[in-house]
């Protein structure tokens, strides 16, 4: 039962154009939406994160929409950089422990 | 500040030989602390989460142990390995409460390779 899901495990976006990561999630009583970033061979970085009380959060490159009604949230880095390269993980906080999809790998283009 | 040791870094070990993995967190008390598994081109997959020195919950029936025995300490422990426990072993902790228990903090992980 995949709580939390990341459809495309792949993208490719070019230098200083927008990256969009979604996630889709199942459970309902979800109240907080996170986003990592990770490099090959080390752990995941936090990124930024959203609580279900919210529609938006923004720093810097970095803006998490959710959209409750839909289950749906992501993560737009704008402008794309070449350090942006790296696998995106979204997770849901869940009781004590959080749900994590299989993650995107986002490759910018120069 | 809090920081967060797991060693480590890179582990080969034969079929049917113990493990023993250790994380151990500084400048906090009191953390929640989770093992997790990175199977190659897979998702990040929660293994064991402890609330507390003692209290250990697992979330996957397999061939590892984990147990925390002082309350910034995580031991994650096979006593014979499996080939299919090769992958990337991550360690995490969060504030016990409060809003910041949702952020997890990891390590930066052991590649073990089972041959």
């Known amino acids: 039962d995949q709580q939390v899901k990341q459809n495309s495990p792949s993208l490719s976006v070019q230098e200083g154009r927008i990256s969009i990561l979604n996630c889709d999630y199942t459970?309902?009583?979800?109240?907080?939406f996170l986003w990592y970033k990770k490099y090959p061979a080390e752990g995941p970085t936090f990124l930024i994160s959203?609580?279900?009380?919210?529609d938006k959060n923004e720093d810097g490159r970095f803006t998490v929409f959710l959209n409750k009604s839909a289950k749906h949230l992501s993560l737009h880095i704008v402008p794309s950089q070449p350090g942006d390269s790296a696998v995106y993980f979204c997770?849901?906080?869940?009781?004590?422990?959080?749900?994590f999809g299989q993650g995107t790998r986002l490759t910018i283009n120069p | 500040s809090q920081t967060i040791h797991q060693w480590p870094a890179t582990l080969v070990q034969p079929v049917g030989s113990p493990l023993s993995l250790e994380c151990t967190v500084e400048?906090?008390?009191?953390?929640?602390l989770y093992w997790y598994r990175q199977a190659a081109g897979r998702g990040l997959q929660l293994l064991f989460y402890?609330?507390?020195?003692?209290?250990i919950s697992s979330e996957v029936p397999q061939n590892l142990s984990a147990s925390r025995p002082q309350d910034r300490q995580f031991i994650l422990s096979s006593k014979k390995l499996l080939l299919s426990d090769s992958g990337f072993y991550l360690c995490?902790?969060?504030?016990?409460?409060?809003?910041?228990?949702?952020?997890?903090?990891f390590g930066a992980g052991t590649r073990l390779s089972v041959l």
């Open positions: 995490a902790w969060t504030e016990g409460q409060g809003w910041a228990k949702n952020i997890q903090y």
């Open positions: 459970n309902s009583m979800f109240d907080y």
């Open positions: 959203i609580s279900s009380i919210k």
């Open positions: 997770a849901a906080q869940g009781a004590q422990k959080l749900v």
């Open positions: 400048g906090t008390s009191n953390p929640n």
């Open positions: 402890s609330v507390g020195i003692g209290q």
